[in-house]
T-cell receptor, first 114, second 115 residues
């Protein structure tokens, strides 16, 4: 039973560039949430996708956008990268849009913005 | 205001010692959920426990135990007879009905268990 998979593992970009991160949820899960984890901090919620729509959004600017595909996989796009976007980006999956369920996390994508 | 406070940034113990990780939360909701997650060096957060606000019963799972006290808004986590494999960052999280159940994580406690 495959867990949550994320790609790429590491990414280095320069300021102003755009980046796309990818996530495949755990088998049987239909909801994907994205989190940003800065060094030494807890994960911060970016947004949640369910039924190919953004259902919930955290306090992140419009530079952060996403998409969910019919097979429930998801992408996180960040435009106009800033140095402060450097972080570990975690994808979490669950069943159903009710987020009080336990989350299954991937190992994340480490994004470095130079 | 920080909704989940993990005051211990880092704890260092020697194997076989017992260790308690503290978590204090803040909410006005009567319906909420509390979680603990473990983040090993590989990066993925691993779910440990979920407790709802109507269930204050403490729980034990092997060497792990959790103490939920609504009177002090705390949900502490104890590892008995710690092992090197317990070394990780541990996060406490709160999800509230008023926040659409989006979990808010604390800053985490890094536990280092020395052999």
């Amino acid at each position: 039973d495959a867990g949550v998979t994320q790609s790429p593992t590491h990414l280095i970009k320069t300021r102003g560039q755009q980046v796309t991160l990818r996530c495949s949820p755990k088998s049987g899960h239909d909801t994907v949430s994205w989190y940003q984890q800065a060094l030494g901090q807890g994960p911060q919620f970016i947004f949640q996708y369910y039924e190919e729509e953004e259902r919930q959004r955290g306090n992140f600017p419009d530079r952060f956008s996403g998409h969910q595909f019919p097979n429930y996989s998801s992408e996180l796009n960040v435009n106009a990268l800033l140095l402060g976007d450097s972080a570990l980006y975690l994808c979490a999956s669950s069943l159903g849009a009710t987020t009080n369920e336990k989350l299954f996390f991937g190992s994340g994508t480490q994004l470095s913005v130079l | 205001a920080q909704k989940v406070t993990q005051a211990q940034t880092e704890i260092s113990v020697v194997e076989k010692e017992d260790v308690t990780l503290d978590c204090v939360y803040e909410t006005r909701d009567t319906t909420y959920y509390l979680f603990w997650y473990k983040q090993p060096p590989s990066g993925e957060l691993v779910f440990l426990i979920r407790r709802n606000s109507f269930d204050e019963q403490n729980e034990i799972s092997g060497r792990y135990s959790w103490n939920f006290q609504k009177s002090t808004s705390s949900f502490n986590f104890t590892i008995t007879a710690s092992q090197v494999v317990d070394s990780a960052v541990y996060f406490c999280a709160l999800s509230e009905a008023g926040g659409s159940y989006i979990p808010t994580f604390g800053r985490g406690t890094s536990l280092i268990v020395h052999p």
